[in-house]
């Protein structure tokens, strides 16, 4: 009788032990709407020109491979400087009024303190003066859960 009480118990305990870790892979308290917020907070922060916000989005030491020359950005700082190149190349073919419009999500992946998102975006925009769009590029995105939150570690555009 004592040893089936104990199983019991033991069994019971396990369960609860269970029961209150997060779900596998996961660090407590991260799930998909952590990880797109800050996705979105850099998008969003582009979008409306708020630098500050989208670039608090980023390590520091991050990895970009984008459209435009040289095409990769690494190492610390990265964000801010891939923006002022951007703003830079933008001026010099005319492009103006860039807008993100993210969709919904492809895949967003999490293990542990790690986080791989995929998702379609549409860039609109004017190229001297006259609306242009890429309508179904892909946005990859790495993110690493720091003391601060989620970070984005490198991303990736890619346009249809």
């Not at 799930?31 to 797109?36: F, G, L």
Request: charged fraction near 20%; aromatic fraction near 8%; proline fraction near 4%.
């Amino acid at each position: 009788m004592t040893q089936t009480i104990n199983r019991t118990r033991t069994i019971i305990a396990l369960l609860l032990t269970a029961w209150a870790l997060p779900a596998a892979g996961q660090p407590a308290g991260s799930n998909e709407d952590d990880v797109m917020k800050t996705v979105r907070q850099w998008v969003d922060g582009l979008n409306r020109g708020n630098t500050g916000d989208a670039i608090a989005a980023c390590a520091r030491d991050a990895t970009i491979v984008d459209e435009y020359p040289p095409y990769h950005w690494q190492g610390e700082g990265t964000c801010a400087r891939w923006l002022t190149e951007l703003t830079a190349y933008n001026k010099s073919i005319g492009l103006t009024d860039g807008i993100n419009t993210l969709r919904k999500p492809r895949r967003v992946d999490i293990t542990g303190d790690h986080a791989y998102v995929v998702v379609p975006a549409d860039f609109r925009y004017k190229l001297n003066g006259k609306k242009g769009a890429e309508i179904g590029a892909l946005f990859t995105v790495a993110l690493q859960k720091q003391t601060e939150g989620w970070r984005i570690t490198g991303w990736a555009w890619s346009r249809p």
